[in-house]
């Protein structure tokens, strides 16, 4: 897998979105590292900026298409931390989108210095839900459609 270099390296390409993130001091514990749990919300923000760059908003797949994206699981490792005031770069790859499932890699990169350090590495399993009921639902066509184009070769 290559890593992101720098801010330039920050665009989409094939089936990888990349989204720069900067650590405030509210996502920090104490000792001014990541809280464990933050690296989600970090990875969150990716999928549903990865969306809006497909054309969708999750505002409106609810409200016209009456679908919700949610989590059913993930696997995370922590490599290294992430500290107060770190310019953060968070990889998002769709392995295998399924009828109603998504499967996707998600990498948090620091570059600093010239130097990519990889922080975490993680795999994300999301689910096409109806927003009424939340049971899994095929996603729409129309959608699909779309983020096929993101699946690798």
């Given at each position: 897998m290559k890593a992101p270099h720098s801010k330039?390296?920050?665009?989409?390409?094939?089936?990888?979105?990349?989204w720069p993130v900067r650590v405030y001091y509210e996502d920090t514990d104490g000792g001014g590292v990541v809280y464990h749990a933050?690296?989600?919300?970090?990875?969150?923000?990716?999928?549903?900026?990865?969306l809006r760059h497909l054309?969708?908003?999750?505002?409106?797949?609810?409200?016209?298409?009456?679908?919700?994206?949610?989590?059913?699981?993930?696997?995370?490792?922590?490599?290294?931390?992430?500290?107060?005031?770190d310019e953060l770069l968070v990889v998002?790859?769709?392995?295998?989108a399924g009828r109603s499932l998504l499967?996707?890699?998600?990498?948090?990169?620091?570059n600093e210095g010239g130097q990519t350090e990889q922080l975490t590495q993680s795999m994300v399993?999301?689910?096409?839900?109806?927003?009424?009921?939340?049971?899994?639902?095929?996603?729409?066509?129309?959608i699909r459609t779309v983020i096929k184009t993101m699946e690798p070769a």
């Open positions: 330039q390296d920050m665009q989409q390409a094939g089936s990888s979105f990349d933050n690296y989600l919300k970090f990875m969150e923000r990716a999928r549903t900026e990865w054309g969708f908003e999750q505002t409106e797949l609810r409200e016209r298409a009456g679908v919700l994206f949610v989590v059913r699981g993930l696997r995370m490792h922590y490599i290294r931390p992430a500290c107060f005031n998002t790859r769709l392995h295998k499967e996707f890699g998600q990498d948090i990169f620091r399993e999301v689910v096409c839900v109806e927003s009424s009921r939340f049971k899994p639902l095929s996603i729409p066509d129309s």
